[in-house]
């Protein structure tokens, strides 16, 4: 009988800590299994839009990804971060999924969705062009505070910092400059774009107007690229740079 007992006391210990192991472990990965889909496209959109980038680098192209970026009480993550002779050109990751609507200075866009059940709704996201636009401002901020004051640059860093916007559905709701739909889009503003307009390159000037579909204040936006960044961004500076901001990082 007492044997019987302590069989049955021993099975009770084991079942109790196999529950507990097991909840432990369910625990661990909630996270995961909660994730909301909002995140989830998110995450999913910028792991696309940084293989379509390695896709068109050449050995002159330095890439790096989730880089933060703090300038006084300003901070922002970049989610890719092209450093090549030609500049520094954020990509920005957008996966929006749905019908956007919105104007290119508008503060917020409208996303309208579809439930799994049928119901439409719609909910306000930031206007992704505003957002990279102010990631250039932290970033050339921040280099002529960290790096260029040094060299004694007063007033902007001597560079072309340039930003877009992917986005993965194609689903822009505005034709504009800062907006990449294709992995061409990518090869041609980190490599041709505007500095190639800039010294009067007709084809470059065809690229950059397949870009902006159509858009033709987007040309004057090219032609007022600084000049003064046409040449080639020397390696030491482009190493210095890199180094200065995965410190940051």
Known sequence: MENEILFVGIVVIIIFTLMLVISLYI???RPIRTESPEKRAG???????????????NEDDLLI????IRSGDRQTELDNLIINPWGLFIIEAKNYIGELSGNEDDPEWYKIEMTSAGNLYQKSVKNPINQVKRQVEILSEYLLSEYFRQIE?????PIRIEGYVFLVERNSPVKSRYILDTRDDIDRVIHKGAAAVNKGDEDAYKDVEGI???DEDAYKDVED???????????SIRRNILSLLQKED
Do not use: M, Q, T
């Open 27 to 29: 625990s661990r990965l």
């Open 43 to 57: 995450r999913e959109g910028e792991y696309f839009v940084s293989n379509l980038i390695r896709e068109v680098l």
């Open 65 to 68: 990804n989730n880089v933060v």
């Open 153 to 157: 640059v007063e007033e902007k860093p």
């Open 212 to 214: 902006n579909k159509g």
């Open 225 to 235: 690229a600084p000049k003064d960044a046409e040449d080639d961004l020397d390696i």
